[in-house]
Structure formats: structure tokens, C-alpha cells
Antibody, heavy 124, light 107 residues
């Protein structure tokens, strides 16, 4: 079935970097965008950034500018999230999600319809 | 754009109706989605374009609103509807932001 399979959980020390992967299955990867969303323990959802799988264009939340890099490898249908200079408050569950675009008479709508199961990153 | 959801927690009896609110700090037109998240699970898309139900979402779930005020209504509540519900705006796409969530409890 259509799915996003994320890499395994990570434990990192403060100041280190982490790379999380998100592999797409059973859909044409290039036709969609990928969003990364994180969720700290007991907290809500936080948008980190977005990447166009087709051309690699990115948009990052201001909070993560300078510390985050999102990339894709179209040959393996995989998206990557790299977060550097990790701090204890980066401890969270990191999700990738497929975002699709729908054209309607009212304009373009966007929504995340397929989500990975999440990758836990613990900074300690 | 700051999204504010209310109430933080809502407790409703089975079979009743739940009404969840989401307010934007500036107009987001109809560029709003709703997600449901159950414990230990990834979020699930319910509504996009403020009012369009996603594939497979029961008709008990409906979205309304435009501009800065939005509502998610869940009719005939069932125990399985117990979850946290998030609104998300994307009017300045690809930038986006979420509300802080409303926890819906079934009495």
C-alpha cells in the first residue's frame, strides 16, 4: 500500500547532528511534496519545513533556519531531514508526511494525506 | 500566522455532538485542514479546504468556516473519536502552522 517508511529511532548527544530518512512506497515520489513535522513529548504538532520532491526546492520554518537541511533522492524515492547542533529540546518524534495539491474552482488546496510512523530522536 | 484552538479539552457523552473551534490571527481564506491524532499514532487527515472530507472519513465529521473562524463538528460521538484534533493553515503555502490541539474525551 501507499506508505512512508521512516528510519529507526536515534539517541544523540547535545551538539551532534541527526539524519532521518523517509522512504516512499507505491506512489510516484516526484509528484508530491514532503513535509516534516515534529512533536515533543506531550506537546502538539510543529511544522519544520517542506520540500518539493520534483526539484528539491525547500522552505523551512524560521525557528530551524540555519540548523536544518531537507533533501530528496529521487532515485530511491527517499526524503531526508538533517538537524544539526542538537539540544535537549529537540527531543521529539519526527514525522514525514506526503503533501498533495488539489486544484479546485476556489483555488489550490494542500493537505498531508499519508504520514510516516515517526522517528524518535532523543537528545541526552 | 498563529492558530488558536478552543477549548483545550472537551468532554462529551457518546451519541452527542462535539464542536471544536480554530481561530487564525489573520485571514487564511479556506486554506485550513483538520487532523485527528490518537495516542501512539501519526496524525490522520480529516478535512481539507475547510470543508472537504478526506477519503474514508465518516460523514459524522464536518468542517465549516472561512477567513479566521473555523469549526470541526463531530456528530453522534463514538468512543473511537477520542483523540487530539489539530487545525493547520497553509494560506501562505508552502509555509504552514498548526493550532495547539483540542483533546476530545468521550465520557
Amino acid at each position: 500500500q501507499v506508505q512512508l517508511v521512516q528510519s529507526g529511532d536515534e539517541v544523540k548527544k547535545p551538539g551532534a547532528s541527526v539524519r532521518v530518512s523517509c522512504k516512499a512506497s507505491n506512489f510516484t515520489f516526484n509528484n508530491y511534496y514532503i513535509r516534516w513535522v515534529r512533536q515533543a513529548p506531550g506537546q502538539g504538532l510543529e511544522w519544520m519545513g517542506w520540500i518539493d520532491s520534483y526539484n528539491g526546492k525547500t522552505e523551512y520554518a524560521e525557528k530551524f533556519q540555519g540548523r536544518v537541511t531537507m533533501t530528496t533522492d529521487t532515485s530511491t524515492s527517499t526524503a531526508y531531514l538533517e538537524l544539526r547542533s542538537l539540544r535537549s529540546d529537540d527531543t521529539a518524534l519526527y514525522y514525514c508526511a506526503r503533501e498533495r495539491e488539489e486544484m479546485t474552482p476556489r483555488g489550490y488546496y494542500y493537505y498531508m494525506d499519508v504520514w510516516g510512523k515517526g522517528t524518535a530522536v532523543i537528545v541526552s | 500566522i498563529v492558530m488558536m484552538q478552543s477549548p483545550a479539552t472537551l468532554s462529551v457523552s457518546p451519541g452527542e455532538r462535539a464542536t471544536l473551534s480554530c481561530r487564525a490571527s489573520q485571514t487564511v481564506y479556506r486554506h485550513l485542514a483538520w487532523y485527528q491524532q490518537k495516542p501512539g499514532q501519526a496524525p490522520r487527515l480529516l478535512i481539507y479546504g475547510a470543508t472537504t472530507r478526506a477519503t474514508g472519513v465518516p460523514a459524522r465529521f464536518s468542517g465549516s468556516g472561512s477567513g479566521t473562524e473555523f469549526t470541526l463538528t463531530v456528530e453522534s460521538l463514538q468512543s473511537e473519536d477520542s483523540a487530539v484534533y489539530y487545525c493547520q493553515q497553509y494560506s501562505n503555502w508552502p509555509r504552514s502552522s498548526f493550532g495547539q490541539g483540542t483533546k476530545l474525551e468521550i465520557k
